[in-house]
C-alpha cells in the first residue's frame, strides 16, 4: 500500500496540521509516513499545500508530485491540482469554496460542504478535519480513531481545548464520507 | 637591593619582531603587566590580529589563538561563551579592527561580550606597506594616499572609542597613548582596568592605544612619538568615554 | 517497528536535535531560509541544557565564533545556506588550516546569488572541491531523510573530533522542510573527547596552547600540508559511505544524493516494474566520494545516470571514478526544482533505449555533460 494525498488551501485553513494529522495517524498505525510542505513567499497568506504519503513499505520518495488524493480546500488548489490526480484517485474539495471545473473521468470527485459542517459544529477552522474525515471514510486509509488520538500530537498544549470540535469533525465527516464511495489507495 | 621592574610572566623571552621604535612592544608589555597583576595568566587566552601583531601568540604567555582578518572579537567571543569564566582578550591593529573587523566588533560590543580588546592605532597599515587605515589623519600621506587622504575621496579618520561609546554594552571605552612616559604609565592603568571590569562580569570593555609606525611614516622613532602626540592627539583625544557607573574616572 | 515512542520532526530541527544528542552545546548562527527553523529549535534547546545559542551579526561572524569555540574544545555547530555559506568559506579554510573540528550544515537552496529558497544540490562543487583557499578538504555527509539527518549529525561530530577536521552536513530545503518520525532517545549524548591541544587556558599545563593557521616559513607550510595529505588519505581510505539499493544486477546505475536518491530509488522501483535493470548508489559522504562502490558497479553495469538539482556536479566525480569504463549520464533539474519520478524515468528510458524513439528527444534540462 502506498498513498500520496495532497492537501491544499488558503494559508490559514489549516491544511498543514491536518496533513500533519493524518501523518501522525498513520504513524500510530504502523504506517511509514512522510509530510513535507509547500514553502516560502506561499507560507505568508497565500495558498499553502502539503503533502502525505503513507506507506506499508519503505518511502523512496516523499514529494508528492502524482498525488492519487486530492484534498481542495479553495478554488485556486482545485485547479491547480485537479488535473494532477493520477486515474483511480480521488478528488474532495471544500464545495462551499470550489466550483467544480473541468472532466476528471477517472478520478472520484466529491464536493463536501466543510465550511458548512464546521459552522454547525461551531469552528469553521475545523472544515479541513471534516474533509480529511470524509476522505478517512470513504477509503478506511486509517482509522478515525487513530486521527482522534492524533490530535493531541498536533495541537499544542494551550489548544487542546478545541480536541473536542476537530473531533466532531473528523467523525462527521467519517461518516459522510463512508456512505460516499468505493475505497480509494 | 628590590627589583622593581621586571619582564612580566605573561611575556614569553621571545624578542618582538617590531620595528625600530615601533610601540607595540610596549603596549604588549603593559597588556601582559595586567594580567600579571590581576594574577589571571593561566586562566586567559588571547586573540591576536592579522597585521603587524599576528605573531602575538609567540609572545605572550598564555593561551593564544590567531584569528583571521578582523574577525578576533568573533573569536572571542566563541571562546569566552564555551569558557565563560575564563579571560579573553583580542589584540588587534586598526586595519583588522576598523576595517574589515567593523561589524564583528560593533557586535561583540552591542552584545556585551565580556571580552576585552585592545585596539593599537597608528594610523596606517604596517605589515602591508604603509596603505591609508581608516584612522589615517587627513591630509596624511600613506601608499595609497600619496598626497595626503583627501576628505572629498577617502573620506575622514574614524573614531572608534567614541563610536563604540555609544553602544549600551561596552561598559568600559577609553582612548590612550604611549607617546611618552607619563602616558605609557596611564595606558596601563587604563588597560588594567579594562580587564577589571571584564573579571567584574559587567560586560564589554576596550581600550584604544594610539601608537606609532616609524617606519611607514618616514619618521625616527623620536620624531614619530612627537608626530603622534602633535597631531594624532588633536584629533584622537585622550580619555574615559564611558566607564562602569560605580567606578571612579581615571586620568588618560 | 520500535519500541520507543516516535515523534514527526521537521528535517531542520532534526539537525539540531542530532547536534545535541552529539554533544554539541554551542551554537552560533545568521538567520537564513530555509533551514531558520534549526536556528529556532536550538534557541529554544540549547538554554534549557546548559547550552548557548548566539546569533551572529553575519555568517562571516558565525562561522568566527565556531572557530573560536571548537579553539575552546567545545563541539559547536553553525548552520546556514547556500549564501550563507559562501560567506562562512574564509573561516572554514581558516578551521581546516588550523586544524579545529565543527560541524557546519548547509540546508542548500537555489543560486546563484540571491536566487531562491527553493531546494537545490548547486553547492556540491564548493562542499566537496574546497569552497574556500588553499589545500584542505572538509568531510562532506548527505542524509536522505530526517532520521538519517539525526544519525548523520551525531557522525559528522565524531568524524570532527576524531580528524580535527570541519565536516558539512548538506541537506536541502526539502529535505529541511519535511516531516518523518524519529524515534524519541532517553536524553543520552555523546561526550566529546579530551582535547589537550585546546587553547582553553593554560592551567596546569607546562605551557600554552597556540591555535593558529600561520605557517610563515614555506619549508613549514608545506610539511603541514604533506601532513594533511596523509591525513586526507586515511579519510578517502576509510570513511567513503553509500547506500545501495537493488544494485546486485543493476545494468544501469543511478547516482543520487540526497532527496534526489529518494527520487531515484522510485524511479528505480518504477523501471523494474518496466523490465528495466536499474539500481541506485547514493553516496551518504559526498566526500571522500564513495569511489570503491562505483568502480566495483562500473565493471558490472552498461551505464551511469547522475541525478542531480543541479547543471551537474556530481557527474564529474562519478566519471572520475568510472574511469571511462562505460558511459556516465546525467539529468538535473537546476535552480530550485526537484526531479519528478516521471521526468527521471522518462531520461531512464531514453537513454537506455526502451521508450521507442525516445533516443531523439533532447534531456529536460537541455543540459550536455
Not at chain 1, 493524518?22 to 497568506?45: C, D, F, K, N, Q
Not at chain 2, 572608534?160 to 549600551?168: G, H
Request: glycine share 10%.
Amino acid at each position: 500500500m502506498l498513498v500520496e494525498i495532497l492537501l491544499a488551501g488558503f494559508g490559514g485553513q489549516g491544511v498543514m496540521s491536518t496533513g500533519q494529522l493524518l501523518a501522525y495517524a498513520g504513524m500510530h498505525e504502523g504506517l511509514h509516513v512522510a509530510w513535507i510542505p509547500s514553502y516560502g513567499p506561499e507560507m505568508r497568506g497565500g495558498t499553502a499545500n502539503c503533502g502525505v504519503t503513507l506507506s506499508d513499505t519503505e518511502i523512496s520518495s516523499p514529494l508528492v508530485t502524482e498525488p492519487q488524493v486530492l484534498i481542495a480546500m479553495n478554488q485556486p488548489s482545485f485547479e491547480k491540482y485537479a488535473g494532477a490526480v493520477v486515474p483511480g484517485g480521488v478528488i474532495l474539495y471544500n464545495s462551499a469554496l470550489v466550483k467544480e471545473t473541468g472532466e476528471y473521468p477517472e478520478v472520484l470527485v466529491v464536493g463536501v460542504d466543510a465550511n458548512r459542517m464546521a459552522e454547525e459544529i461551531g469552528n469553521v477552522r475545523v472544515a479541513a478535519n471534516v474533509i480529511l474525515g470524509a476522505y478517512i471514510g470513504l477509503s478506511g486509509v486509517i482509522s478515525v480513531a487513530s486521527a482522534v488520538e492524533a490530535l493531541k500530537d498536533v495541537l499544542p498544549p494551550h489548544r487542546r481545548k478545541l480536541i473536542p470540535a476537530n473531533r466532531e469533525a473528523l467523525e462527521r465527516g467519517a461518516a459522510l464520507g463512508a456512505g460516499g464511495g468505493r475505497a480509494v489507495g | 637591593m628590590p627589583k622593581t621592574f621586571q619582564r612580566p610572566q605573561a611575556l614569553t623571552d621571545k624578542p618582538f619582531h617590531y620595528c625600530p621604535g615601533c610601540t607595540h612592544g610596549i603596549i604588549h608589555r603593559l597588556v601582559a603587566e595586567a594580567v600579571d597583576q590581576l594574577a589571571v595568566r593561566k586562566k586567559t587566552v588571547g586573540v591576536c590580529p592579522v597585521g603587524c601583531a599576528v605573531f602575538a601568540y609567540d609572545y605572550f604567555n598564555c593561551d593564544m589563538i590567531q584569528a583571521a582578518h578582523g574577525r578576533a572579537p568573533a573569536v572571542a567571543t566563541g571562546v569566552k561563551r564555551v569558557l565563560p569564566d575564563r579571560v579573553v582578550f583580542t589584540y588587534q591593529g586598526d586595519g583588522d579592527l576598523a576595517a574589515i573587523g567593523t561589524a564583528e566588533i560593533v557586535h561583540a560590543a552591542a552584545r556585551g561580550e565580556k571580552i576585552t580588546t585592545i585596539f593599537v592605532n597608528n594610523a596606517i597599515y604596517g605589515m602591508t606597506g604603509g596603505q591609508m587605515a581608516p584612522t589615517t589623519l587627513l591630509g596624511q600621506k600613506t601608499t595609497t594616499t600619496p598626497h595626503g587622504r583627501d576628505r572629498e575621496t577617502a573620506g575622514s579618520p574614524l573614531r572608534v572609542a567614541e563610536m563604540l561609546s555609544t553602544i549600551d554594552g561596552a561598559v568600559y571605552v577609553s582612548r590612550v597613548s604611549v607617546h611618552s612616559p607619563r602616558h605609557v604609565r596611564l595606558a596601563g592603568r587604563a588597560i588594567k582596568k579594562a580587564f577589571e571590569v571584564q573579571l567584574s562580569g559587567q560586560g564589554f570593555s576596550v581600550v584604544e592605544v594610539l601608537s606609532t609606525c616609524p617606519t611607514n611614516w618616514g619618521l625616527s622613532p623620536r620624531e614619530a612619538l612627537k608626530w603622534l602626540g602633535e597631531n594624532m592627539v588633536p584629533v584622537f583625544p585622550l580619555g574615559e568615554f564611558r566607564t562602569p557607573s560605580a567606578e571612579e574616572a581615571i586620568e588618560c | 517497528m520500535s519500541h520507543l515512542p516516535r515523534v514527526l520532526m521537521k528535517g531542520n530541527e532534526a539537525f539540531g536535535e542530532g547536534a545535541v544528542r552529539a554533544g554539541c552545546r554551542h551554537t552560533f548562527a545568521y538567520p537564513i531560509t530555509p533551514q531558520s527553523e534549526l536556528a529556532h529549535f536550538l534557541a529554544r534547546r540549547l538554554p534549557e541544557i546548559g547550552g548557548v545559542f548566539v546569533q551572529a551579526e553575519s555568517e562571516v561572524s558565525a562561522i568566527n565564533m565556531v572557530f573560536g569555540a571548537a579553539a575552546a574544545g567545545a563541539r559547536v555547530l553553525t548552520s546556514s545556506s547556500s549564501p550563507g555559506i559562501s560567506l562562512m568559506q574564509e573561516g572554514i579554510s581558516y578551521i581546516a588550516g588550523a586544524r579545529l573540528p565543527c560541524v557546519i550544515v548547509n540546508v542548500m537552496r537555489g543560486g546563484p546569488g540571491l536566487g531562491n529558497i527553493a531546494p537545490a544540490q548547486g553547492d556540491y562543487f564548493q562542499a566537496v572541491k574546497g569552497g574556500g583557499h588553499g589545500d584542505y578538504c572538509q568531510i562532506v555527509l548527505a542524509p536522505a531523510s530526517v532520521p538519517e539527518i539525526i544519525e548523520m549529525m551525531i557522525l559528522a561530530f565524531d568524524l570532527a573530533d576524531r580528524y580535527r577536521n570541519p565536516v558539512m552536513v548538506v541537506g536541502d530545503g526539502v529535505l529541511g522542510q519535511m516531516m518523518e518520525p524519529v524515534e524519541i532517545e532517553p536524553g543520552e549524548t555523546r561526550t566529546a573527547p579530551a582535547k589537550p591541544w585546546a587553547t582553553d587556558g593554560q592551567g596546569d599545563r607546562p605551557a600554552p596552547n597556540i591555535i593558529s593557521s600561520l605557517n610563515i616559513v614555506p619549508e613549514d607550510n608545506e610539511r603541514f600540508n604533506l601532513d594533511l595529505a596523509v591525513m586526507y588519505a586515511e579519510i578517502r581510505r576509510g570513511e567513503q559511505r553509500c547506500e545501495e539499493y537493488r544494485l546486485d544486477d543493476a545494468e544501469l546505475v543511478l547516482v543520487a544524493f540526497g532527496t534526489v536518491a529518494r527520487v531515484a530509488k522510485a524511479v528505480v522501483d518504477r523501471a523494474r516494474r518496466d523490465g528495466i535493470r536499474a539500481g541506485v548508489i547514493r553516496p551518504i559522504t559526498l566526500w571522500p566520494f564513495p569511489e570503491d562502490s562505483v568502480k566495483r558497479a562500473a565493471a558490472r553495469a552498461d551505464r551511469f545516470l547522475v541525478v542531480e538539482m543541479s547543471l551537474g556536479q556530481m557527474v564529474e566525480d562519478v566519471r572520475l571514478s568510472v574511469e571511462g569504463e562505460k558511459p556516465v549520464h546525467f539529468f538535473g533539474r537546476p535552480g530550485g526544482l526537484v526531479p519528478t519520478v516521471r521526468e527521471v524515468c522518462n531520461e531512464v528510458k531514453r537513454i537506455t533505449g526502451v521508450m521507442p524513439g525516445a533516443e531523439d528527444v533532447p534531456a529536460a534540462t537541455g543540459v550536455d555533460r
